[in-house]
Each structure stands twice: as C-alpha cells, then as structure tokens.
C-alpha cells in the first residue's frame, strides 16, 4: 500500500528553526509537494520536489531524497504566524497525491 | 481574483437526506479534485476531473457521485447521507492532471450528518 509518515506534532521556539520529517512509500514518483494549512483554513502551497536535493524558499526550504523516500521541510527564523499544521503529500503514478495526516507545529514565545 | 469558492460554509443534514456540496473556481483550470479530511487522517481523494466531461475515481468514492459539465462548475453529490461522511470537504483545482501542478484549495465545506 501506500503511505506517507510524518510526526503528529511538533513544538518550536520563536526565532528558532525547525525541521519537519517526511517518509513515503508510493507506487511511483511524481514529485513531493509540502503544503501549509492553519486551523480553520485550506492548505496552501509551500513547495515542490522531484530531484534530490534542496529547493530554498526564503525562510522555508525543502529537501528531497529519492533513493531514501525521505523528504523534511526546514522552516528558519520561526514566527508565532508559522503555527500551523504542514502536510507532506507525494505525486503517485497515477499523477494523484497521496497525502500525510500532517505534522501540527506549535511555536512558544 | 475569487480563485475557488465553494458553498455551503457549513451544513448539518439529517441522515438518508441527499446533498449536493458547490464547488467553482475561476482560474481556467482542467483539472478538479474533491478531498474529505478527517481528524488524524490525511487529505483523501473522493473523485477528480482531469478536463471538463470526465471524471474519475479517488481512494474513497461510495456514497458520493460528481459531474463536470462545463471548466468551471465540479459539484459534489452525497445521495443518502450517513453520519461516517461527516467531515470537512474540500474542493481544489490545478492547471493540468500532471506533475508539477500545484493544486489551489477553496475554503472548504463543514458537513455534519446526524
């Protein structure tokens, strides 16, 4: 089957950095896509990977391990806005994603 | 740019009852998606439409039905609701069924079934 892990929550402090783990196993590979979704709202679009390595984003990057179906999301500098739920989702084969229950970040003063 | 609007904002509906969640968006998008997410659970596909007439299935499709008629318009059909569709449902588009295409998400509909 297919299957998307990331943790469940996550606690940071502001003005720190935080890494969110991501591994998958799909039937294919797409592309990873990481997705931002504060409670209440849609999720919105951080980033996209489909080779290995690390895409920058100001504040937010993202790197990418095929070969170890193991992706994470860095987030620097964190604001108490970047309190959120982060979801992890894989672009199958079928050109669907297979999306992760998401990882709640909590950030502290 | 209103990008996906979807209605209704939220919805308690009485078991057996039939419903028909709105989703329209105003990007020329072919492709459309309808997504249930639950509480420790993923975002999960219902049904999909890569390009106006067709339509497709996702992971989770009984009990729901959908249509494209026309780019825009992708309205969802629950026909005899029960209380394991309640969730929040969301509506998303992007520009083609392929790889890199991020999906824009609408605001989401809260369904309550009792």
């Known amino acids: 089957g297919q299957n998307i892990d990331q943790p469940t929550e996550m606690t940071a402090t502001e003005g720190a950095i935080v890494q969110i783990n991501c591994t998958y196993q799909t039937s294919g590979f797409n592309g990873l896509f990481w997705y931002q979704q504060h409670a209440g709202e849609a999720p919105t679009f951080l980033s996209y990977n489909v080779l290995d390595g690390l895409e920058e984003k100001g504040r937010f990057s993202s790197f990418l391990s095929r070969s170890k179906g193991y992706s994470y999301l860095l987030l620097k500098e964190l604001q108490m806005k970047d309190s959120a739920s982060y979801l992890c989702?894989?672009?199958?084969?079928?050109?669907?994603?297979?999306w992760g229950a998401g990882t709640k970040l909590i950030i502290k003063p | 740019t209103a990008g996906i609007t979807q209605a209704p904002t939220s919805q308690i509906l009485a078991a057996g009852r039939s419903m028909t969640l709105r989703c329209t968006q105003d990007?020329?998008?072919?492709?459309m998606y309808w997504y249930r997410q639950d509480l420790g659970l993923g975002l999960r596909l219902i049904h999909y439409?890569?390009?106006?007439?067709?339509?497709g299935k996702g992971e989770v499709p009984d009990g729901y039905s959908v249509s494209r008629a026309n780019t825009d318009d992708f309205p969802l059909t629950l026909a005899s609701a029960v209380p394991s569709q309640t969730s929040v449902y969301f509506c998303?588009?992007?520009?083609?069924?392929?790889?890199?295409?991020?999906?824009?998400f609408g605001p989401g509909t809260r369904l309550t079934v009792l």
């Open positions: 990007m020329r998008h072919n492709a």
């Open positions: 439409s890569n390009t106006a007439g067709t339509t």
């Open positions: 989702a894989v672009m199958d084969s079928n050109y669907q994603l297979i």
């Open positions: 998303a588009s992007s520009g083609t069924g392929g790889s890199y295409n991020e999906q824009f």
